[in-house]
């Protein structure tokens, strides 16, 4: 899953800095569940990649909503 989450994010990084070339503008939607980023970031949270701390705050934005 997160192998999953990084190929996104630099899927992502690519898309945009390409759509900045061109001037163009590029609309991202997301389409991860709520389920899917909770499950997710208790991965990173479990192997070590993100703090308590960080752990708690995300998890705090994606119940609000707020990814």
Same mark, same amino acid.
Do not use: H
């Given at each position: 899953? &997160?192998?999953?989450?990084? @190929?996104?994010?630099?899927? &992502?990084?690519?898309?945009?800095?390409?759509?900045?070339?061109?001037?163009?503008?590029?609309?991202?939607? +997301?389409?991860?569940?709520?389920? +899917?980023? @909770? &499950?997710?970031?208790?991965?990173? #949270?479990?192997? /070590?990649? *993100?703090?308590? $701390?960080? #752990?708690?705050?995300?998890?705090? $934005? *994606? &119940?609000? /909503?707020?990814?």
């Amino acid at each position: 899953m &997160l192998k999953k989450t990084a @190929l996104t994010a630099a899927v &992502l990084a690519m898309t945009l800095g390409v759509a900045a070339c061109g001037g163009s503008t590029t609309t991202v939607k +997301q389409t991860e569940t709520q389920g +899917q980023q @909770l &499950l997710d970031l208790k991965e990173a #949270y479990d192997s /070590g990649v *993100i703090s308590e $701390r960080e #752990y708690n705050d995300a998890k705090k $934005r *994606i &119940l609000k /909503g707020k990814t």
